[in-house]
């Protein structure tokens, strides 16, 4: 029995090492922006560089900020934090924040925010919930669908104390949370208050609300106080939070692109998914037993080829 489990450790550590040592992005290409990774179909270089599959995908390495920005479309202004070949990525995204104090509004921080993103993309439902922090708090999203309808959603949070707010708990006391739609490009959000905070200044002077990643953001009562100082900032100081969206390649589905082998996205030893979002798009996975990036030509290779 004990060999047994001698020789499957000695394969599991091979297999560390040489995923670990396989480059993610095309040879000759810039495999990472400061500490985010690159992988192909994403890169970075020039317009005519075949480091990134085409457009949709490139990305800028920006340095002029003291640290190295890694910034995607549509207006190149959106930073990615990190990329997985699992077809999603974390993204930094603004908050919108309402500020008062005795005189009234304070105009510090956006009010609204709209936010488009390239096709390519979408907020995944599954990891994003929209939320607002706040005790005089009217936060409000809207949207529009492919379709071309519309639909608006929302919460509202009022409360009259710090006192009554409970720790790890964004259930309608000083923070409220909504679900989004599946295959949202893009959004507006935006506060309001019912009485310009004047009951709350005292512990409440802002309502704030954001997207985020539903796994990264736990409510504490101390956030209706002051939210921002525990939230990251982008490259520009504004205030953000994290946002995992989903990515396909675009317009096509698996049926229809598997019959371009020129633009087909997939390498060898990989299956195609149809994405579920209305839009469409597909992405591309090693088939069982194969490891690496399945956007690259040469595709996955097997678990075995180190000891063969
Ligand atoms: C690179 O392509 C983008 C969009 O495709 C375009 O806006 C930009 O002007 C191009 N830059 C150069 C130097 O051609
Ligand atoms: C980097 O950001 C700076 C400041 O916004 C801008 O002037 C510059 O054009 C950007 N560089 C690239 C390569 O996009
Ligand atoms: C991606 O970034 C987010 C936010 O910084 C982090 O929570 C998450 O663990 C990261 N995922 C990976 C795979 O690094
Ligand atoms: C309220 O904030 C504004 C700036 O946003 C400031 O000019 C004003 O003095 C502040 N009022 C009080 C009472 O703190
Ligand atoms: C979002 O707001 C912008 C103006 O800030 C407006 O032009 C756009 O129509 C709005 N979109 C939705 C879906 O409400
Ligand atoms: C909630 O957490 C904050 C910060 O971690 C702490 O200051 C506060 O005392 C906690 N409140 C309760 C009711 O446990
Ligand atoms: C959220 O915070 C509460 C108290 O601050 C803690 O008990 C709980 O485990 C945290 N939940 C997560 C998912 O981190
Ligand atoms: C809130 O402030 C605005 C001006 O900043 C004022 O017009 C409005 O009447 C105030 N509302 C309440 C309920 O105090
Ligand atoms: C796949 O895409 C093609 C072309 O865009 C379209 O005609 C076809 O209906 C799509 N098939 C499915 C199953 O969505
Ligand atoms: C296949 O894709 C290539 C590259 O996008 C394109 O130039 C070519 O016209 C396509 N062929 C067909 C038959 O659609």
């Not at 000695?10 to 040592?21: F, V």
């Not at 990615?80 to 993204?91: A, D, H, K, P």
């Not at 924040?97 to 599954?126: H, P, W």
């Not at 946002?243 to 087909?264: F, G, H, M, Q």
Request: with cysteine; charged share 15%; proline share 5%.
């Amino acid at each position: 029995m004990d060999w047994k489990i001698v020789v499957v450790s000695i394969i599991l550590l091979l297999n560390a090492a040489s995923t670990s040592s396989q480059s993610l992005a095309k040879p000759g290409c810039q495999e990472k922006c400061g500490d985010v990774n690159i992988p192909y179909p994403f890169g970075v270089g020039n317009n005519d560089s075949d480091c990134f599959r085409d457009s949709h995908f490139h990305l800028v390495c920006n340095t002029s900020y003291g640290h190295p920005v890694l910034l995607g479309s549509p207006r190149g202004n959106i930073p990615f934090r990190n990329i997985s070949l699992e077809g999603q990525t974390t993204v930094h995204i603004l908050i919108a924040m309402d500020c008062y104090n005795q005189s009234g509004r304070t105009y510090d921080g956006f009010q609204e925010i709209d936010i488009t993103l390239a096709k390519q993309f979408s907020f995944s439902s599954t990891r994003t919930k929209f939320t607002a922090i706040g005790c005089d708090t009217k936060a409000y999203m809207s949207s529009s669908l492919l379709s071309g309808d519309s639909f608006a959603s929302g919460c509202i949070s009022f409360c009259t104390s710090d006192e009554t707010l409970i720790n790890g708990s964004c259930s309608g006391i000083g923070c409220c949370q909504t679900s989004i739609p599946n295959g949202l490009h893009t959004f507006n959000v935006s506060l309001s208050s019912f009485y310009n905070h004047t009951d709350s200044l005292g512990f409440n002077p802002c309502s704030y609300a954001f997207l985020a990643d539903q796994d990264w953001f736990n409510f504490s009562s101390s956030d209706v106080r002051d939210l921002r100082s525990r939230l990251p900032v982008r490259y520009d100081g504004a205030t953000v939070t994290p946002v995992v969206l989903d990515w396909v390649i675009p317009d096509d589905n698996c049926t229809y692109a598997i019959k371009n082998r020129t633009s087909y996205a997939c390498g060898e030893n990989t299956y195609c998914s149809d994405s579920s979002n209305p839009t469409g798009g597909y992405n591309c996975h090693c088939k069982q037993g194969y490891r690496g990036n399945p956007y690259l030509p040469q595709g996955c290779q097997g678990d075995d080829g180190d000891l063969s």
